[in-house]
């Protein structure tokens, strides 16, 4: 896989290479049986945001096919994975969305959905808070900060009132309060920075939100930027990426190297395609796994060697970073 090429091209060749480390190729394979199946079931979305490394917008049209669907709930079943993942885009302008999610809880796969907010309160959308709660999925939701100024800025005017919103809706539902009804909140960064403190955030988040918008909730997720798509652009635009590539490769955590997400998941795209992560989806960097999940062989393994490249600094710096947040507490030299 042409990983560090890619990284050439991008600008950010000039730092040693991610997966020269000692801590990547102790540990540049996957675990022997895998946990986690994320499906980006579409590049469609209702917002169009500044740090997006899918870079959805309402314009896109990919998404995923029923087949697809359906052989990712059988690939799920069949290799004992534990939790299914669906993304976006917004997953939920996907018109099989519904059918998706229903069809996983007929089968007990424990689910959970990443959701921007904004789209709970948009016509056509209103009904699924009452949908999530019969269904019982978790939720990841995306909410950049707890003042409003700082989520318009990344997301777009009104992101942060709609966002309010529909997590006190949430809560009257019973999310964030009653057991099996998990709300997450989803941190990013507004800039070529690495995110706070996961704990010392989640505690600022609770108090402000609660206090100012009686809003509860589970778990904070921090996540890093990832130097792809538009945040590419933004970097390039104001001169930043190299610095920012800098930052995080100087941050590099060996620790996080070991709970990287790749290495207990699947990611698969619209069509099929499989990846290690979603960040590895948006670059194309395909898993070193032949050919799409429909047309998997029984018995086929999905334990495999992880493609990296220079962006995966970006899950390494600091206290690490995936899609359920930080991976470790501690921080190490490069």
């Known amino acids: 896989m042409p990983s560090e090429n890619l990284s050439s091209k991008q600008g950010i060749g000039a730092i040693p290479p991610f997966a020269g480390r000692d801590a990547c190729r102790e ?10 199946m994320q499906v980006n079931i579409g590049k469609r979305c209702n917002l169009a945001c500044k740090h997006c490394h899918i870079e959805a917008s309402p314009n896109r049209a990919e998404r995923m096919s029923r087949p697809v669907m359906e052989a990712c709930l059988s690939v799920f079943e069949g290799r004992a994975f534990k939790q299914l993942d669906i993304t976006g885009g917004a997953p939920e302008m996907h018109p099989d969305f519904p059918w998706l999610v229903e069809e996983a809880a007929r ?23 009452e949908f999530y709660a019969r269904t019982a999925v978790a939720l990841a939701a995306s909410l950049p900060h707890y003042i409003e100024k700082n989520t318009d ?3 777009g005017p009104g992101v942060f009132a709609a966002s309010i919103a529909a997590l006190q809706r949430l809560n009257a539902l019973g999310y964030g309060k009653t057991p099996g009804l ?68 100087a941050a590099f955590n060996p620790a996080a190297v070991k709970n ?28 070193h796994i032949p050919g799409p999940i429909q047309g998997l ?17 970006a899950c390494t710096a600091g206290a690490g970073s995936s899609c359920g947040g930080a991976t470790t507490a501690s921080t190490g030299a490069a």
């Not at 540990?27 to 986690?36: F, M, N």
């Not at 996540?223 to 104001?238: H, T, W, Y």
């Not at 062989?297 to 600094?313: K, Q, T």
């Open 260 to 287: 990287m997400m790749c290495r207990n998941q699947i990611a698969v795209d619209w069509d099929g395609a499989l990846y290690d992560c979603d960040f590895n989806l948006a670059l194309g960097l395909r898993a």
């Open 297 to 313: 062989a029984a018995g086929a393994p999905l334990a495999r060697n992880i493609v990296f490249g220079n962006h995966c600094y």
């Open 27 to 36: 540990y540049g394979a996957t675990l022997p049986s895998l946990e986690v």
């Open 153 to 155: 800025r990344q997301r």
């Open 182 to 249: 998990a709300l997450h909140l989803v941190h990013n960064p507004g800039g070529a920075f690495l995110p706070p403190n996961q704990e010392a955030l989640a505690h600022e988040y609770r108090k402000r939100l609660f206090e100012q918008h009686g809003i509860i909730f589970n778990q904070l997720y921090t996540i890093a930027n990832n130097p792809i798509g538009r945040f590419r652009d933004f970097l390039e635009r104001s001169e930043n990426q190299a610095g920012y590539m800098r930052r995080l490769a």
């Open 107 to 129: 089968r007990g796969i424990p689910t959970m959905v990443r959701t921007n907010l904004v789209i709970l309160g948009e016509e056509g959308y209103r009904q699924l808070p």
